[in-house]
Antibody, heavy 128, light 106 residues
């Protein structure tokens, strides 16, 4: 059974960089076909996709956050990480890591995807 | 538009059937997946693909799609089904989108 666990500081000062790590257990992070995602949820709000790193070590980011986000992988530790720079109070949220499976139909332009499993989430507060 | 739109809330009597819809352009290419989220907990996958349920998800949950609209149906809603439900899809570029969320009140 694959499990994901987020870790990192719960408090970050404004203008600093938020850094979180997701530790994966139960399977290798290099298994072909999976995408390793970060997703956040502002207090009382919906889910916002941040980005992923795939099994080829290629990252892809939400265009709205792209200028501030870096997602990386440490295969030796079976971990992937999130860095979000220049944070403000608007970045206060619960941050989740999740594994995404993707199945393409006849081309990469159509298919299906799913996020499973998810980590339990970690609240990060941006405040001075 | 890349947004996925859901009704904010829906109420269903115990044991009755409720359908939650999700509308968006990306759904014409990528099937929706659905997530149940209870207060203070991480989302849980309940439906993915055309109509697939992960292990452990009751068969009262089912999914469907018609054009740009995906639906999650709970047949015989139970008190334990009271939660927020989110749809998700992606586009061919790799961008992922979550729906605005629907609160189901049983």
């Amino acid at each position: 059974q694959v499990k994901l666990q987020e870790s990192g500081p719960g408090l970050v000062r404004p203008s600093q960089t938020l850094s979180l790590t997701c530790t994966v257990s139960g399977d290798s992070i290099l298994v072909n076909g999976y995408y390793w995602n970060w997703i956040r949820q502002h207090p009382g709000k919906g889910l916002e996709w941040i980005g992923y790193i795939d099994y080829n070590w290629s990252p892809y980011y939400n265009p709205s956050l792209k200028s501030r986000v870096t997602i990386s992988m440490d295969a030796s530790k079976n971990q992937f990480s999130l860095e979000l720079s220049s944070v403000t109070a608007a970045d206060t949220a619960v941050y989740y890591c999740a594994r995404e499976g993707v199945y393409f139909y006849d081309s990469t332009s159509s298919g299906e995807n799913w996020f499973d499993p998810w980590g339990q989430g970690t609240l990060v507060t941006v405040s001075s | 538009s890349s947004e996925l739109t859901q009704d904010p809330a829906v109420s269903v009597p115990l044991g009755q059937t409720v359908r939650i819809t999700c509308q968006g352009d990306s759904l014409s290419s990528f099937s929706a997946s659905w997530y149940q989220q209870k207060p203070g907990q991480a989302p849980v996958l309940v439906i993915y693909g055309q109509d697939n349920r992960p292990s452990g998800i009751p068969d009262r949950f089912s999914g469907s799609r018609s054009g740009n609209t995906a639906s999650l149906t709970i047949t015989g809603a139970q008190a334990d089904d009271e939660a927020d439900y989110y749809c998700n899809s992606r586009d061919s570029s790799g961008n992922s989108f979550f729906g605005t969320g629907t609160e189901v009140i049983v």
